[in-house]
Nanobody, 116 residues
Framework: QVQLVESGGGLVQPGGSLRLSCAAS????????MGWYRQAPGKQRELVAT???????NYAGSVKGRFTVSRDNAKNTVYLQMNSLKPEDTAIYYC??????????WGQGTQVTVSS
């Protein structure tokens, strides 16, 4: 079992930046990839960005060029650097760990609000 703890959310003005962190603990050796998803009010949860153990990344089209996902394997932590934030980026952001057989672990979520 893997535990994921997110931090770094908050309120930011449009055009601003935030960095989210997600620390993994427990059976981390079972993790194949980590990433971030988000869910806005009234909408389905959607993929934001993922990064594999080998460092390959994948981004949603809406965040490409503005967000960067990275990981520090020594700290078992994945990051999401968010720049040029827009009001439509407002959502709860969830950290995800993907295991074999498409099994997922989720963090508790952290609120990101982009508003003036």
């Amino acid at each position: 079992q893997v535990q994921l703890v997110e931090s770094g959310g908050g309120l930011v003005q449009p055009g601003g930046s935030l960095r989210l962190s997600c620390a993994a603990s427990g059976n981390i050796f079972s993790i194949l990839a980590m990433g971030w998803y988000r869910q806005a009010p009234g909408k389905q949860r959607e993929l934001v960005a993922t990064i594999t153990n080998g460092g390959s990344t994948n981004y949603a089209g809406s965040v490409k060029g503005r967000f960067t996902v990275s990981r520090d394997n020594a700290k078992n932590t994945v990051y999401l650097q968010m720049n040029s934030l827009k009001p439509e980026d407002t959502a709860i952001y969830y950290c995800n760990a993907r295991h074999e057989f498409h099994i997922d672990s989720w963090g508790q979520g952290t609120q990101v609000t982009v508003s003036s």
